[in-house]
């Protein structure tokens, strides 16, 4: 079965700091993977699109990483911000039976405190 | 910001009652999708349409219906609404299947449903 597994389910880290999120999936074959930011009460929002070939790809203080042999993601935040608070979701895109397709993780839930 | 719009943004309704829900997009993209959020859980797809009158079943799409008569908007239809349909629904829009290129997905902001 084609899944997609997030961790940890929550984090808490002090403004400032780093942190790192990871997404290991067994959808295959694998075309892509991206990663989104979804604000409480609102939709998510796109940070990265990973193809199989990329292995590295940052957007400002967002950097993901993908080890598709491992089938592994990270998405690493460097000095984190109050506003960083939000859920994240990893997103792969895989074939089956010739349709194409979006497996969702259940997502990070990260809260920054001052 | 992508041009979604979705209403209405919050609605409680009983049991066995109809609802619809609205997402009107501005982009001219030719595909639409609609899913459900649940804590716990991925956002998990309903139904989908690849262009007017063209649409067809997710993986959750039971007790669902959709329509799209016109580019711009999909209607997402509970016939007889079920506690179990509580949820937040998301629609999204892409201007590619995903098939021959990554294709970005944009999301509304969200329609939470109470059903009572």
């Known amino acids: 079965k084609n899944q997609v597994e997030q961790s940890p389910q929550s984090l808490i880290i002090l403004e400032g700091k780093n942190c790192t999120l990871q997404?290991?999936?067994?959808?295959?074959?694998?075309?892509?993977l991206r990663w989104y930011k979804q604000d409480t009460g609102r939709g998510p929002v796109s940070l990265t699109i990973?193809?199989?070939?990329?292995n590295t790809k940052s957007n400002g203080r967002y950097t993901a990483t993908l080890d598709a042999d491992t089938k592994q993601s990270s998405l690493h935040i460097t000095a984190s911000q109050l506003s960083d608070s939000a859920s994240y979701i990893c997103v792969v895109r895989g074939f089956s039976g010739g349709y194409n397709k979006l497996i969702f993780g259940a997502g990070t839930r990260l809260a920054v405190h001052p | 910001d992508a041009g979604i719009t979705q209403s209405p943004r919050h609605k409680v309704t009983e049991t066995g009652t109809p609802v619809t829900l609205r997402c009107h997009q501005t982009?001219?993209?030719?595909?639409m999708y609609w899913y459900r959020q649940d804590p716990g859980h991925g956002l998990r797809l309903i139904h989908y349409?690849?262009?007017?009158?063209?649409?067809d079943k997710g993986e959750v799409s039971d007790g669902y219906s959709v329509s799209r008569s016109k580019t711009e908007d999909f209607l997402l239809t509970l016939e007889s609404a079920t506690s179990s349909q509580t949820s937040v629904y998301f629609c999204?829009?892409?201007?590619?299947?995903?098939?021959?290129?990554?294709?970005?997905?944009?999301f509304g902001e969200g329609s939470r449903l109470t059903v009572l």
């Open positions: 999204a829009i892409s201007d590619t299947s995903g098939r021959r290129a990554p294709g970005e997905l944009f």
């Open positions: 982009e001219n993209h030719r595909y």
């Open positions: 349409s690849y262009g007017v009158k063209d649409t």
């Open positions: 990973m193809t199989f070939s990329e």
């Open positions: 997404c290991n999936y067994t959808v295959s074959p694998f075309s892509n």
